[in-house]
């Protein structure tokens, strides 16, 4: 459906002059399902959004639509796997292909081992994988190998990454600034009532993009692993600084540290081989998750075999009845498979260097100053700040109020973005829907 006539027509009508979009349906069913679920939501990063969270009623391509039949550009994407947009051809075929075949085993299967292939053959840092079915558990999984690996206990995460909601590494996530304490020895603040704080006793917090603080920790020879975002996507879309990447990859080889990318967003998404392979540094080891399998629960831990191999003599437990899920496997072989086509990057690169520079012209003309950063397949927008940010600090200044406002106006105008600021890109955002997106922007940028 996606960029015909009558759809794009349909598109920048909404966007500019149509009447705003209304949400009472999803409002209603919210309530209702409030009685059985818990706060009507089943993750709490699905919770607070304005003017109220959606019941979705199917998804096409670039569009959902929601309970109150409004077809809406989409640029949540599911919080990022949908890099192939909803629903595509290929995978619900290769996964209506594979139910025909059985569900679970608790054997291996001839589509796990294709998966896997795949994965090493895209991946640099990936010799050897095991798969999981989120990537918090895949992150829990890489903490367990570190550790058995280097005989150390110390994990090193830096402020403002997120890398799953367990209890030893929600850390520093989003904290409070009264709450951060010094830039350069950051308070570990937990982000959850009921964390075990024990479970954080051996997590250090330190500013990322600062190699020199890095290093200094290092040389403590007590630090079993480093785990950090390689582009700092959930906060900020903060990119390493020249030669800061380098210097951990070299910092952390030197001291006999594991470097863990952790590339849930980045992966099979600012290339087909993720960020190590975009910015051309090559991890220990590297999670994977969302892009991964277009919507399907699957997650991966990657990286060297002769780490990766610790798992395979069984001192080291990893453990998951559902991991290699083979209707999720399927999933995950025709999604890669689609990514590793030729030219799709490059497709994704240039429309979305052009909404990036659209929202960019919306808001400027609008008088609101704004701050566009990251990569045209997940970038970040934050308003009334100016320049780079280094790190998680220099988002402080964000207007995030006014950034909801943009959101809302976005969202009854037909365009739903993350109040976060991230924006998510798919194959399924063609040129037609991104124009559409870039003038709904212009008749947000000005109402706010
Ligand atoms: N790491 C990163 C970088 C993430 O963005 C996320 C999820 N947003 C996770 C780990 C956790 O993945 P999951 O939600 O699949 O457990």
């Not at 990454?161 to 937990?190: C, F, K």
């Not at 105008?413 to 993350?418: E, I, N, T």
Request: net charge negative; charged share 20%; hydrophobic share 45%.
């Amino acid at each position: 459906m996606a960029g015909d006539a009558r759809d794009s027509q349909y598109l920048l009508r909404n966007a500019v002059a149509g009447a705003p979009l209304t949400f009472d349906e999803s409002k209603r069913r919210m309530v209702e399902a409030s009685r059985w679920i818990a706060g009507g939501i089943n993750s709490n990063f699905r919770a607070g959004i304005s003017p109220t969270p959606l019941v979705i009623e199917r998804g096409e391509g670039p569009y959902l639509i929601d309970a109150d039949g409004n077809r809406l550009i989409d640029y949540y994407l599911g919080m990022g796997p949908m890099i192939l947009g909803h629903s595509p051809a290929a995978v619900k075929a290769a996964v209506a292909a594979q139910l025909e075949r059985g569900l679970l085993f608790a054997a291996q299967s001839e589509i796990e081992i294709e998966a896997a292939r795949l994965v090493c053959a895209l991946v640099p840092c990936a010799e050897r994988l095991r798969f999981a079915s989120s990537g918090s558990e895949a992150v829990q999984t890489a903490i367990r190998l570190a550790r058995a690996a280097t005989g150390r206990k110390t994990i090193i995460k830096f402020e403002g990454h997120y890398h799953g909601w367990m209890d030893n590494i929600l850390w520093s996530v989003a904290p409070a600034p009264e709450a951060a304490g010094p830039r350069e020895a950051p308070n570990a603040v937990a982000a959850s009532n009921g964390q075990d704080a024990d479970a954080g006793r051996n997590t250090v917090v330190l500013p990322w993009n600062d190699l020199a603080l890095l290093e200094r920790r290092l040389a403590s020879e007590d630090v079993a692993l480093v785990i950090m975002e390689p582009v700092m996507c959930n906060s900020g879309g903060i990119l390493p600084l020249p030669g800061y990447l380098e210097g951990v990859r070299e910092a952390c080889t030197r001291h006999g540290t594991i470097l863990l990318f952790d590339e849930v967003i980045t992966g099979f998404r600012l290339a087909a081989g993720g960020a190590q392979q975009r910015l051309g540094i090559t991890p220990d080891l590297a999670t994977f998750g969302k892009a991964i399998a277009n919507g399907f629960p699957v997650a991966a831990l990657a990286g060297r075999a002769d780490l990766l191999d610790r798992f395979a003599t069984g001192g080291i437990v990893h453990g998951g009845t559902y991991n290699a899920q083979p209707i999720a496997m399927a999933a995950t072989v025709a999604t890669l498979t689609a990514l590793a086509e030729p030219g799709l990057f490059d497709d994704l690169d240039r429309r979305g260097r052009r909404l990036m520079e659209g929202l960019g012209e919306a808001l400027r003309e609008a008088g609101v100053t704004a701050r566009i950063s990251g990569f045209p397949q997940i970038f970040n927008v934050a308003l009334d700040v100016e320049g780079a940010a280094c790190d998680y600090r220099d988002l402080a200044a964000v207007n995030k109020k006014r950034y909801v406002a943009f959101t809302t106006a976005l969202l009854r105008r037909g365009v739903r973005a993350l109040e976060r600021g991230a924006w998510f890109l798919s194959t399924a955002h063609d040129d037609a829907v991104i124009e559409a997106t870039i003038a709904a922007a212009s008749a947000a940028a000005r109402e706010i």
